[in-house]
C-alpha cells in the first residue's frame, strides 16, 4: 500500500516553495497523496503575528485545486494549546491504523527538529522525506537525524528560494509576487487584504 505524505507548516501564505515540494514528493515517493496540515497553534513561531487558522486553511484548499495527489487536512485546526506534529501523527495513524505515513519537510525545518516535543517517538512513527533549503549542507543535517533514530530520504529538485516571511514583505510593499505564489492565492490575499499592514 502506497504511503501517504504528512506535509505540515504554517502556511502563511502557502506559496511555490510549498507546492514544489509536496508534489516532488508525491511525485518521487510514489506516495499515496500528500496532507497538507496547517498548524493551529504554532509553537515554534511563538510570539509572531500569524494569520488566523481559517485563512490559512482557505489559501490551501485554493492553491491544491488541480493539483493531483494534494489534499488539505483541518486536523489540527480542532485542538487549542500548541499543535504537536507527534500528535497529529499519532491520530492520523489511530483513524487508519493500516496506513503507512511518511513525513514531508524542508531541510530548514528539520533542522530545528531536535528541539521538538517527543521528536524520538516521531522518528519512530514515520520516516523522513525531506527538500533541500537555502544549499545548507545535508550531511550535517543526515547525521542530526539519524543520531536521533530518525530515517531520512531526500527528494531532488531545484534550491526554491521563496519564503512566506519574503512574500509578506512584497505583499506589504504592493509588489505583485507573480509566480512564488499561485495566482488563484494571491486573489485571494487581496479580497482578503492580508498583509498589508
Ligand atoms: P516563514 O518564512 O514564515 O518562516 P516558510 O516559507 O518557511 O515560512 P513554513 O510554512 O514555515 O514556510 O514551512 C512549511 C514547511 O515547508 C517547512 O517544512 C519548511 O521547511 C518547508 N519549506 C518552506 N519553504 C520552502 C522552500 N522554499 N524550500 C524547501 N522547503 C520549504
Redo the contacts with the bound molecule.
Sequence with gaps: MAAIGI??????PV?A??I??AERAFNQCGLAKVLLIPAKN?WL?EGELISEFNHRHRMLEIAVQGRPGLEVSSIEGWRDGPTYTVDTVQQLRDEDPEGEFVL???????MTMPRWHRVEELLTLCPLVV???DGEDTVDAERTITGLGGRISWIEGP????????L?QLIAEGVDPGDRMPSSVYSYVQQQGLYTG
Excluded at 506535509?7 to 502563511?12: A, S
Design positions: 506535509y505540515g507548516g504554517t502556511f502563511d506559496h516553495g510549498h514544489t515540494v504554532p513561531k514531508v519537510i524542508g531541510q530548514d525545518s528539520m527538500y533541500k533549503r534550491l526554491m528560494e521563496v519564503s512566506a516571511t519574503s509578506r
